[in-house]
């Protein structure tokens, strides 16, 4: 799972350095698969020469932008989440760098990142990556999650950087009225401007749904079985969603009180087993069949397989704004669908490769 989780993340990495080579410094595999197993660098303040990237140019803002008046609280602002681990940070940074350059505006996104270790290494390692980017390093506290969160049949789940998402509302300034989430294996492929602008009508998270998936295999017979638990979905429509894209509404967020909702799933998860996987079901729990549906364009998940049951999820039709490689759990789950839906994954990310490069 791990090396899957890595491979991914490597992948898109890969993926960038390819299609936007030599804007950052390509390395062979191995180097990289090295450098991404070795997960406590030492602590000096320079980040290890394996874990240097080129400088990216410089992003300008189109005509139309407007000016920004230089504080974190600009309403022009869009503001974007994402995780920096240095097990998953060639992911990360391709991601930030796909998003710059769709942006038609770049110098108007601001990124909050949100890191449990070696805060200066990657702090100085994003600033000396892109020297203009606006962004802020948040220390997400490990040791506010690990109490609650149980064992999972997947190890690589229960990183508490996994849970910080929960935890935004309390972590960004509170003049931040709203953010996009996302995952550190994905590229995006079209103006953040556009998901940032979709409109979450009176809910307070908007992501795309799947109402087509099998609701009840994220949970498990002892959750069905007891009213007091599965009674929490009567009179809702919950519909699978993935909550590795999100825009949140920070305001209505903090209002509703969300993050102690979703902490109480998991308090009641480390008692009784009423899930196996990690910190997606307690969101399935409080937001499914009230989350603003936004386009599918915005989350062509699936590559490399299904994160879920290993198998491979159709391409969506028409053009795509975001890829994202969710993890396939090779190891963790081998049965006799595994490598049916490992060859037809592969091959799914090579159409997707060949698609994506002749649409550059
Ligand atoms: C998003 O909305 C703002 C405010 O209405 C507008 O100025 C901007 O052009 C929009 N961006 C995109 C990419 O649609
Ligand atoms: C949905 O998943 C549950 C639990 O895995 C299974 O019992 C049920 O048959 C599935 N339903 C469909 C329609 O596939």
Not at 50 to 68: I, K
Not at 213 to 231: C, I, Q
Request: with cysteine.
């Amino acid at each position: 799972m791990l090396w899957l989780l890595r491979f991914s993340g490597f992948f898109s990495a890969a993926l960038v350095m390819i299609i936007l080579s030599p804007s950052l410094q390509s390395f062979p595999p191995a180097e990289a698969i090295r450098s991404s197993s070795s997960s406590s660098p030492s602590s000096s303040s320079s980040p290890p020469a394996t874990l240097s990237f080129r400088q990216a140019p410089e992003f300008r803002n189109a005509d139309q932008c407007g000016t920004f008046s230089g504080s974190i609280c600009d309403p022009s602002l869009v503001h974007v989440a994402i995780t920096l681990d240095i097990d998953y940070l060639r992911g990360s940074i391709a991601a930030v760098h796909s998003i710059l350059q769709h942006s038609v505006c770049p110098e108007n996104v601001f990124f909050h990142f949100l890191v449990s270790h070696e805060t200066k290494i990657l702090e100085t390692l994003v600033k000396s990556t892109f020297p203009n980017l606006k962004f802020k390093v948040y220390f997400f506290d490990p040791l506010i999650v690990r109490p609650l969160i149980s064992t999972s049949i997947r190890q690589a789940l229960e990183q508490p950087l996994n849970y910080a998402r929960n935890y935004l509302a309390d972590l960004l300034e509170p003049c931040v009225r709203k953010v996009i989430y996302l995952d550190s294996d994905l590229i995006v492929v079209d103006d953040i401007g556009k998901l940032w602008n979709t409109s979450l009508g009176s809910r307070t998270i908007g992501a795309p749904e799947y109402c087509h998936a099998n609701f009840t295999k994220y949970f498990t017979a002892v959750f069905w079985g007891d009213k007091r638990y599965s009674g929490t979905f009567s009179g809702r429509r919950p519909c699978y969603f993935n909550t590795g894209v999100m825009v949140m509404d920070l305001v209505r967020w903090r209002r509703g009180k969300y993050t102690r909702r979703i902490e109480r799933w998991m308090e009641i998860q480390r008692r009784e087993r009423i899930y196996e996987l990690g910190s997606l079901p307690p969101f399935l729990l409080v937001f499914a069949g009230h989350v603003a549906p936004i386009e599918h364009r915005w989350n062509q998940h699936g590559l490399g397989g299904d994160n879920v049951r290993g198998s491979c999820r159709d391409l969506h039709p028409g053009p795509v704004s975001l890829l994202h490689w969710s993890g396939y759990h090779h190891h963790d789950m081998g049965s006799s669908s595994s490598s049916s839906s490992s060859s037809s994954s592969s091959s799914s990310v090579s159409h997707l490769l060949r698609r994506f490069v002749f649409s550059w």
